[in-house]
């Protein structure tokens, strides 16, 4: 019985190749478009993609183009090509900027550059481009049921770019003055990523980062600069805790605060 089950499930795999390939050689395109479309329901997103990369171009100006084109950019979107999908939902919303899939297509680009966001260590340009076109699709689709998942995946995707900006401004701080004044650096790079990314889970860690900066900046400078700089410090611990006084690094922060209040003289 195992013997001829396993016949029947080879001949059906071979029925089945033999109609991709069939598809693949046929000069109609409509029977193209019916085979992709069941490929696609059977989730045979390469052999859907693939036929409808030979027809998609065929199609344009007809009747039948714009399903074509968003049924490609989804074949690849579901194959976890966010690549392509993007370029070619991109493709769809912006010849039909009032087509029947353009509300899903700025989701789906955007949502799929999202799932195709790099490790924090590396470019971020995708992470960028990601929150660019979810935030075109929240500005042109303000009342969609898509609206709370992609207002959360830009969140996600600024934490992650508010991470880098700290992990960049820690490198500085880690520096200190080797070739010159790295705390100043950590500062600026801390404080940016603080005015871009107000809402992020990290603000905190880049505000406790900044006090340490200007309190190691100071420590180390030369003694007439020191008082001024003493000065900065304290301006900063003040700024700290009125915006975190029960944070985790209070007691780190009141120790900064002590030392840099007996260099400043009266």
Do not use: W
């Amino acid at each position: 019985m195992r013997k001829y089950i396993i016949v029947f499930l080879a001949a059906i795999a071979m029925t089945a190749c033999g109609e991709y390939q069939k598809a693949q050689k046929s000069t109609d395109y409509d029977y193209k478009l019916d085979f992709a479309k069941r490929a696609f329901e059977q989730k045979k997103y390469v052999q859907s993609a693939t036929i409808l990369t030979d027809i998609v171009t065929v199609f344009k100006g007809t009747e039948k183009a714009e399903d074509a084109l968003y049924l490609l950019a989804l074949s690849h979107y579901e194959n976890k090509d966010y690549v392509n999908s993007g370029a070619y939902f991109k493709t769809y919303y912006t010849r039909y900027p009032k087509g029947k899939y353009t509300e899903l297509a700025r989701y789906y680009c955007g949502y799929g550059y999202y799932l195709d966001s790099p490790e924090t260590q590396l470019d971020q340009s995708g992470t960028i481009k990601a929150i660019e076109e979810l935030q075109a699709f929240l500005d042109y689709f303000p009342r969609s049921d898509k609206v709370s998942i992609a207002q959360n995946a830009i969140f996600e995707l600024q934490d992650k770019l508010t991470l880098k900006e700290l992990q960049n401004a820690q490198l500085y701080y880690n520096l200190g003055n080797y070739m010159g004044n790295n705390y100043e650096s950590a500062v600026i790079v801390a404080k940016n990523a603080i005015k871009n990314y107000p809402y992020s889970r990290y603000k905190e860690d880049l505000e406790m980062l900044v006090l340490k900066s200007r309190y190691q900046e100071a420590s180390q400078s030369v003694e007439e600069k020191k008082t001024d700089r003493f000065r900065t410090v304290v301006d900063e611990y003040y700024s700290f805790i009125n915006n975190y006084p029960d944070s985790p690094n209070r007691k780190e922060a009141d120790n900064i605060f002590k030392i840099a209040q007996s260099h400043i003289k009266d």
